[in-house]
């Protein structure tokens, strides 16, 4: 049975490795661990097809250790149980090194397993996560391991890995295989920093390939059906959602209406509406809010209209409302003026409701039979002065009047009308 294409090419060194610059150049910490055959226990946390098992093949080589693969999707205590009684056995005559993938799936219970094996020394761990460990793993695990967070693979560096796995291919082949000029880019491009994907895409095309003129030829054309929207990473519930999320609203907020179309089409294309949705809501009010009110109805108007349409139909409403969210003038005196009175309230900086502004029912306590509120409606523009705030906070200022047009519009009539400056 001939060996997937994916796990012949896997790196035996540090230096066939590709990507990951930052944590195996030259004088890096990692490569330096490995390098010296120093026993640490690690957690490597990136997206998937970046290297990390490759690197924990390397590691148990230099270690000397019998490596063990166990993932957390499927794996008991009692698999735990098993490899430990191998150590000091022919098995493992220097120890275990232990590879646990998807180390998020194991509860806490099973996490604490682990640490008196790596307590003692019989066991080192080398945990991947494609999720953030430090939600995801349990915190005494994490102080006695080492976080190395691994990046997708630019394309001009996930390349030569695709060159290489087009030229087994190519020995492989019964007839001679030729590609289009340009295609190991296209495939390091589509990949979205997945080397294995890319790799199982060259496996795939080379499979599937078109018998011209005596020759094998794979075409570029081919090359987009097969990786069409692989470049895309987006895990519902995970990192990569919230960190499109996070591109999203920074986006609108930056004023830049080509990157939040950006972010809203990844969304459109992994077919999350709500997500998206909720952002444009809250960035109406937290980004946009007094300097153009008027927002907060159009979005809304936009999202209701998306959700009723349902894909592909929904884009354009919310592209709308990205646009004019990315577009408009910006203001945070809304996020500002709450945040600093759900301050004070959470502080204890509350003090009694003023006496004009109880409910009426206040009235019939006996100790006061009026209550002095003065209804503004009954005074010249609709406004009189008169305490609000409790005793505790009289004077306290909130709200602090945005720099835009609409906010200094309507501060300038408020100044007018209530003859000082605010």
């Known amino acids: ?59 148990a080589e230099r270690t000397h250790k019998a490596l063990y693969r166990l993932n957390a999707t499927t794996a008991s205590l009692q698999d735990i149980k098993d490899i430990i009684a191998d150590v000091g056995t022919l098995l493992a005559p220097g120890g275990v090194l232990l590879y ?51 990046k997708a693979v630019p394309p001009e560096e996930a390349e030569p890995a695709v060159l290489r796995a087009l030229n087994i291919e190519k020995e492989r082949a019964p007839l001679p295989l030729e590609w289009e000029e340009g295609l190991p880019l296209q495939i390091a491009t589509a990949c979205g920093g997945d080397v294995r994907k890319a790799v199982n895409a060259v496996e795939l095309l080379s499979s599937t390939a078109q018998p011209k003129k005596g020759k094998l030829f794979i075409a570029r054309e081919d090359a987009a059906q097969v990786s069409q929207r692989s470049a895309m990473r987006y895990d519902k519930g995970g990192d990569a959602m919230y960190d499109i999320a996070s591109a999203l609203m920074k986006s609108l907020r930056g004023s830049d209406p080509d990157a939040a179309l950006h972010y809203l089409a990844r969304f459109l294309e992994a077919g999350d509406l709500v997500t998206p949705c909720r952002r444009l809501l809250c960035s109406a009010s937290e980004d946009v809010g007094m300097a ?13 209209t ?16 990205a646009i004019l969210l990315a577009t408009a003038p910006k203001s945070n005196s809304v996020v500002d003026g709450i945040g600093k009175a759900r301050a004070d309230v959470r502080a204890g900086r509350t003090g009694d409701v003023p006496r004009q502004l109880q409910n009426v029912h206040a009235d019939t306590t006996g100790f006061d039979n009026q209550q002095h509120y003065l209804y503004p409606h009954l005074f010249p523009g609709h406004w009189v002065d008169q ?10 200022k909130y709200y602090e ?22």
């Open 387 to 396: 305490q609000y705030l409790p005793d505790a906070l009289k004077g306290v």
């Open 100 to 150: 646990l993938d998807e180390i998020q799936y194991f509860n806490k219970k099973q996490q604490q397993s682990l640490l008196e094996f790596m307590e003692n020394g019989k066991l080192t761990l080398i945990a991947s996560t494609t999720e953030n460990p430090y939600f995801y793993v349990y915190s005494a695990l994490l102080s006695r391991s080492t976080v190395f967070e691994f």
């Open 306 to 321: 998306a959700m009723q349409l349902g894909l592909p139909e929904a884009q354009l409403p919310l592209a709308q409302a």
């Open 401 to 422: 009047w945005g720099e835009n047009k609409t906010e200094q519009a309507a501060k300038a009539y408020w100044e007018k009308l209530k003859g000082k400056s605010l």
């Open 1 to 59: 049975m001939q060996r997937p294409l994916a796990d012949e090419i896997r790196p035996k060194t540090l230096d066939e490795v590709v990507g990951q610059r930052h944590l195996l150049a030259s004088g890096a910490v990692l490569r330096r661990l490995i390098e010296s055959g120093t026993e640490a226990n690690m957690v490597f946390y990136g997206p998937s097809g970046t290297g990390k098992t490759t690197i924990a093949n390397i590691v």
């Open 292 to 304: 153009y009110p008027q927002a907060v109805a159009i979005v809304k108007a936009c999202v209701d």
